[in-house]
Structure formats: structure tokens, C-alpha cells
């Protein structure tokens, strides 16, 4: 359809604009452009693109416009190369994400498993307390005994349970005669929930002592903050080695040990 | 379209859209800030663009709607900085329209001022719509298939448009606008 303004008989000014950049195209853009050539009119219209055009061309405002859109387009670039890096750091996030979910679920299952096997860790003294642990490695958690073998720098887990509800204390003393408190550390001890096993909020890393005996007691009392470091420390400095220290004095805690002793290079 | 095929619009377009973004808003600092984002909106909606419209169809739409959004807020915040030709010299103004707006008509001069004035006064499509028809020369055909209207709502609109148009502009002379209408 030609665009032709038949109240005057031309073509409109959008129309010749069109045909004149290219942007309309075959019979219709031929039709106008004849029309322009033969008319006075429309040959002023075209006339004025031409000079308006020029003008523009020699004006900063083209340039200026088209470095900002080269930067712009670099940007873009930019952008997607950004896209693509959070991609790759995003599926190391997830995946390790995925882990510790499969870890959080995974050690309650083990805890289940633990109380009916034959390699469950029950330790000397104890009846209403249970406590066990896990070697971290890198195709999940395994299941250890207590005097089991370890490399310095292994990442353990302890888990616990308990028949009876009280406050659960635990601490490590190694061949060194250096005392650790594992539980409950900075936060306040709360009662702990019987008849399920539970893993300790955080894991720890075996350093290169020689060996290092793990104390648990369960108190039905609250008992004095680092009551139980204290009296480890006492216990070593009287018996000289913390292979002799089989019970804690800290008067109707249930008691229980795990030795971890360390494989030498 | 590729990113290449955007700077092709850019040589091929990029006066006609200035030049249009000048006549709408009358200034030359605000046209060249319209005439980048015009582009950039193309450069970032480009994936977008189907093509059932051609090229510069595609970028005066963006423009237009551009355009319009600043006029808009220039008036929320009272912002009253349009070069208006009544300011220019007589012959300055001239110059303005003739090589710059690409009105080639005497009357058109004066339409590309009034209808920046009023614009304002009109809801979003007869704002369009006045735009195409007397700021871009369309004609009514070819506003009717820009702005999606039929024909008959086209006239109406435009009818109403200039008869607001003469009630709030003096100076206004219709002669040349009533006349297509009619």
C-alpha cells in the first residue's frame, strides 16, 4: 500500500523518510522516490533529511553516542563473563551445600545404627550415657572405636546420647597433660534431650599429641563454668599421666571415655 | 539481532531518531541523552525485537515512548526548561525546525511546539498518537497501524486533541490540521 496523504496528494513525511533510509523497501519505496523526483514539495522534504542528516553526522552528539554504546556493549560482555563465573562458583557452592545437608541427615541414621552394632563405643563406667564418634573423610563419615588408630589432622565428630535428662560436660586431656573443653564451650548449657543421639554442634581436628583421652559426664545438676577442665588438670598433675585417669571426682555424673590415640609417623 | 546489527540502526537511524527526540522535547542536551537511551534500550531489548515491524518503526516506538515518559516527568517535578521556539530567534527557530526537526511545512513549526505544550493535557495513546501525526508526518493510515487504533477512534482522538489544543493555545492556528481531518 502506498502511503500516499490523498487529502494533499503526497506521500507523508514518515513515509518518504522511510523509503529514503532504506527502511521501506521494493515497489512502494520506488513509487514514493518517483514521486519525490517529479515533486517540488516532497524534493524540499528530502532536501532538509539529507542536511539534517549531515549535520548530525558532524556533530559530537554522533560521537559522543557512539562511544557510549561501545561501552555499554562492552559491559555487556562483561556482564555475561560475570554470569558465567557466578555459575562456576555457584555450582561448587551448591554441591557443597548439597554435602553438609547429606551430612546433617546422614548422622542421626548413623547415631540409629550405632546403638544396636557390635562397634558402637560404649566406654568404661557408663550406663545412662552413651558416646561415639566419627572419623570425617572426604567420602563421608565412618564409624570408629575408641583406641582406634588416628592421623593427626583427622576431623572427628562425637555424638551422644543420654537415657536420663541432664547437662552434658566434655572435655579432652592429652598425653601432654593439655586440656580441652569440648562441650559446652561458650554458650549455656542446657539440658540435654534423653533417648535420642545427637551429634556436638561442631567437629574438632586431632593435632599431633600422642595420644588424648575424651571425658563425658552427665551431671543432674548444672555444675561451675570449666568445673570439669579444672578438675582434668588436677588429675594429670597428680597421676602423671592421663592414661591412669579412668574416672573424673565430679560427685553423681555418669562418666564415659574415648581414647584416641595417634598413629606415629 | 546481533549486537553488530544494532550498530548498523545506529548509522542508518540514529539522525532521523535525534531529530525526532528533539522535536519532542525541544532541547538539545535532553535529545541526546533520549537518542542513547533510545539505542541502549535497543541494545539491551534486541533479542526481543521479532522483526514484525521494521527496523526504524521498532526504534521511533522506543523513542516516542521515551520521549514521553520525560516530558512526564518534567511536569511531575515542575520542570519547566523547554527551549520553546518562542524563546529563539525568529530565524534561529527557523533553523531549529527546518534542518533539525525536518518539518519542511511553515505550519508544522508551530504544531511541533503546540503539541509539546498540550501534550500533558492527554491520556498516553492520544499523546502517542498526536506525536506520530504531527511531529512525525505520518499519515493518518500509517498512525492508525502504529498505534494500533482503528480509524474512526484515530480522527476522534486527533479531533479532540485539537480542539483542547485551540482552547488552551492562542497563537494556535489550525487551519492546516483541520484541513487533513476534514
Known amino acids: 500500500m502506498l502511503e500516499i496523504r490523498k487529502e494533499e496528494g503526497h506521500p507523508s513525511r514518515w513515509a518518504i523518510t522511510r523509503a529514503w533510509t532504506g527502511d521501506l523497501e521494493g515497489c512502494e519505496a520506488d513509487e514514493i522516490m518517483v514521486h519525490v523526483s517529479k515533486c517540488k514539495e516532497c524534493t524540499e522534504i528530502l532536501k532538509i533529511l539529507e542536511m539534517q542528516k549531515q549535520e548530525f553526522v558532524n556533530s559530537p552528539v554522533m560521537t559522543r553516542t557512539r562511544m557510549r554504546l561501545k561501552n555499554e556493549s562492552k559491559s555487556g560482555v562483561r556482564y555475561f563473563a560475570m554470569k558465567i563465573l557466578r555459575i562456576k562458583l555457584l555450582v561448587p557452592a551448591i554441591s557443597l551445600a548439597a554435602a553438609a545437608i547429606a551430612l546433617a541427615l546422614f548422622f542421626p541414621k548413623i547415631g540409629r545404627q550405632d546403638i544396636e552394632s557390635p562397634y558402637a563405643t560404649r566406654s568404661k563406667g557408663a550406663k545412662g550415657l552413651e558416646l561415639h564418634y566419627a572419623l570425617l573423610t572426604s567420602s563421608g563419615p565412618v564409624e570408629r572405636k575408641s583406641g582406634d588408630l588416628l592421623d593427626p589432622g583427622s576431623r572427628i565428630q562425637f555424638m551422644f546420647k543420654a537415657d536420663a535428662p541432664g547437662f552434658l560436660y566434655m572435655a579432652s586431656l592429652d598425653s601432654r597433660g593439655k586440656v580441652t573443653a569440648l562441650y559446652p564451650g561458650t554458650t549455656k548449657n542446657k539440658p540435654v534431650s534423653p533417648g535420642r543421639m545427637s551429634p556436638l554442634p561442631n567437629s574438632i581436628i586431632l593435632d599431633d599429641a600422642s595420644f588424648e583421652r575424651v571425658f563425658a559426664l552427665l551431671c543432674p545438676d548444672p555444675l561451675p563454668r570449666n568445673r570439669l577442665e579444672h578438675v582434668l588438670a588436677l588429675e594429670f598433675a597428680e597421676k602423671g599421666s592421663v592414661r591412669r585417669i579412668e574416672h573424673v571426682s565430679m560427685g553423681h555424673c555418669e562418666q564415659v571415655y574415648v581414647d584416641l590415640p595417634r598413629r606415629l609417623p | ?182
Not at chain 2, 109 to 129: C, D, Y
Request: aromatic share 8%.
Open chain 2, 1 to 182: 539481532m546481533e549486537l553488530q546489527e544494532v550498530g548498523d540502526l545506529y548509522d542508518k537511524y540514529a539522525h532521523i531518531i535525534y531529530a525526532r527526540c528533539l522535536g519532542l522535547l525541544g532541547d538539545r542536551v535532553d535529545a541526546e541523552e533520549a537518542l542513547q537511551e533510545v539505542f541502549l534500550r535497543a541494545l539491551k531489548s534486541r533479542k526481543g525485537f521479532r522483526r514484525d515491524s521494521s527496523p526504524m518503526t521498532w526504534l521511533t516506538r522506543i523513542a516516542t515512548n521515551h520521549c514521553l515518559n520525560v516530558l512526564r516527568s518534567r511536569k511531575r517535578k515542575s520542570y519547566d526548561r523547554h527551549v520553546s521556539l518562542e524563546k529563539l530567534e525568529d530565524g534561529e527557530a527557523k533553523t531549529l525546525d527546518s534542518h533539525l526537526l525536518g518539518l519542511p511545512f511553515g505550519s508544522c513549526m508551530e504544531n511541533a511546539a503546540t503539541v509539546r505544550k498540550v501534550l500533558s493535557l492527554f491520556p498516553r495513546k492520544t499523546q502517542e498518537i498526536a506525536v506520530y501525526y504531527f511531529v512525525d508526518g505520518m499519515s493518518q493510515a500509517e498512525v492508525a497501524l502504529m498505534a494500533g487504533v482503528s480509524l474512526p477512534t484515530l480522527r476522534k482522538r486527533l479531533n479532540d486533541f485539537i480542539e483542547t489544543a485551540r482552547s488552551h493555545v492562542e497563537s494556535y492556528s489550525p487551519n492546516g490540521v483541520q484541513g487533513e481531518l476534514e
